[in-house]
């Protein structure tokens, strides 16, 4: 089944220590998403590919990189995790058509953890 | 930018009552609403959405109206069920794909 998949599930680091999430989607679609969600709240937008385009929200810090080597993979690496980083990342990817914008569709999420 | 205001944040109802949600939205060229369902420890799952052409849409249950002119747009469940306890959140998009989410509903259906 075409999907969003994400990996892993659950991520442990410590303090300071990098850590990479990986997103893959089968979908083909040429848009993809990072979001961070802290508990009860609404998923806020980190950044987004639109194909190789690279667009950054003003109010991500500079501790949060993207990578996206093709149309199926997209990376977050956070350089230097604090302990305000503890959150469910989620992937998101969708097609957007001409001049209007089409569905987004989630992966599972990536629950980390910072001690 | 866009901003979307939802409400309320937490609804609880009986099994078998219906449930609406409201969202109110501020920039008019937004053209595409999506509704998501979050269940606990997983991600947003699409349950309906609706474009700026179209003023109601429904699937079984659920059904989502939109006024352009208000700029509000409402999620309907009839004949809720326990599975449809979750938190569920509306959202905004226009041309060029920025998303933007109401803070969330947490429901609870009540057996």
């Known amino acids: 089944d075409a999907m969003v998949i994400q990996n892993p599930r659950y991520q442990v680091t410590q303090f300071g220590k990098p850590v990479t999430l990986s997103c893959s989607q089968t979908?083909?679609?040429?848009?993809m998403y990072w979001y961070q969600q802290k508990s009860s709240q609404a998923p806020k937008l980190l950044f987004h590919y639109y194909d190789k385009d690279f667009n950054n929200e003003a109010d991500t810090p500079d501790n949060f990189q993207s990578r996206r080597p093709n149309t199926s993979f997209c990376f977050l690496d956070i350089r230097s995790p604090g302990l305000g980083d503890t959150a469910m990342y989620l992937c998101?990817?969708?097609?957007?058509?001409?001049?209007?914008?089409?569905?987004?569709?989630f992966g599972p999420g990536t629950r980390l953890t910072v001690l | 930018g866009e901003n979307v205001e939802q409400h309320p944040s937490t609804l609880s109802v009986q099994e078998g009552d219906s449930a609406v949600i409201k969202c109110t939205y501020s920039?008019?060229?937004?053209?595409?609403f999506p509704w998501y369902k979050q269940e606990l420890g997983k991600g947003p799952q699409l349950i309906i959405d609706?474009?700026?052409?179209?003023g109601e849409k429904k699937d079984q249950r659920i059904a989502v109206t939109l006024n352009k002119t208000a700029k509000h747009f409402s999620l309907h469940i009839t004949e809720t069920q326990p599975e449809d306890s979750a938190v569920y959140f509306c959202a905004a998009s226009r041309a060029g794909n920025q998303f933007y989410f109401g803070t969330g509903t947490s429901l609870t259906v009540i057996p």
């Open positions: 609706i474009r700026s052409n179209v």
């Open positions: 920039d008019s060229a937004s053209n595409y």
């Open positions: 979908l083909n679609h040429n848009v």
């Open positions: 998101a990817t969708s097609l957007p058509g001409q001049g209007r914008a089409d569905t987004q569709y």
